[in-house]
């Protein structure tokens, strides 16, 4: 029964992330500057249109591309219905603090709204991939609580961050867009083991090629393409496996 509550709030939640991104691409396209109000008026307008949330604003025609959106939303909410569950078994069955559980949704909800975020509007929001970044800084600093082991992840996060920033402008083409970098390193700063950046490259580009590859039907895909919802399935995937491996939350020193 509790998956099953599980899987209906990640539904409930992926509804929500979808409807969110669709009205920020409208506000978008009316020609308004991408920033955070406009961001946090479109969640606004979501909340108060909840009528709206079941509604998919480029359902493919085709049979085949059909089932391949189907795949992916059932692939979304079972990895959301298996982080919810984490959170909710640390709370009861770990005596840690109901903020855990209350980080695994918010978490849940950012990473939905990212993957449909980058697929409206090729986004990703600063004003929730660099709070990724800040915040393990910030649990440190006020609380003394890691979110990784050790902090060393963050710092490279933080270090490749400025490299790349500061060597994007002697080559000529990008080869990953910024949004997509700050996502990364900031999935990386919160992931539960140091190494999970080899992971998160490993898991995002196989499973973008494989996608894109069915996609195009061509074994080489071209173009370029929303890497954003890969990161996040990544990093769900390395955090369903870690929890399935132990289920402690002492990884993240809480």
């Known amino acids: 029964m509790l998956y099953l509550l599980c899987a209906l709030q990640a539904a409930l939640l992926m509804s929500f992330a979808q409807s969110w991104a669709a ?41 085949w591309r059909r089932c391949y959106a189907v795949l992916g939303i059932g692939v979304g909410v079972s990895l959301a219905a298996a982080l919810l569950y984490k959170g909710w078994y640390l709370v009861t069955h770990g005596h840690v603090s109901i903020a855990v559980g209350l980080w695994y949704v918010a978490l849940t909800v950012v990473l939905l709204f990212l993957a449909w975020c980058d697929l409206y509007t090729r986004l990703l929001p600063d004003a929730l991939t660099i709070p990724l970044m800040i915040l393990p800084w910030w649990c440190v600093a006020v609380d003394g609580v890691a979110l990784s082991t050790p902090d060393v992840a963050w710092w ?25 970098l700050k996502l990364f390193l900031g999935l990386w700063a919160v992931s539960p083991q140091p190494d999970a950046g080899i992971g998160l490259v490993l898991v995002s580009t196989c499973a973008c090629w494989v996608v894109q590859a069915g996609w195009q039907r061509r074994c080489l895909p071209r173009g370029a393409c929303a890497f954003g919802p890969y990161l996040c399935l990544a990093y769900s995937v390395i955090n369903v496996w870690e929890s399935s491996l132990s289920m402690g939350f002492s990884p993240y020193g809480f």
């Open 23 to 63: 009205c920020y691409a409208f506000i978008l396209q009316q020609g308004a500057t991408p920033n955070s109000s406009r961001l946090w008026h479109a969640a606004w307008q979501t909340l108060k249109q909840p009528r709206y949330w079941a509604r998919f604003g480029f359902w493919p025609h085709s049979a």
């Open 156 to 180: 490279w996060s933080v270090a490749l961050y400025i490299g790349y920033r500061y060597g994007v402008a002697a080559v000529y083409q990008q080869w990953m867009g910024a949004g997509d």
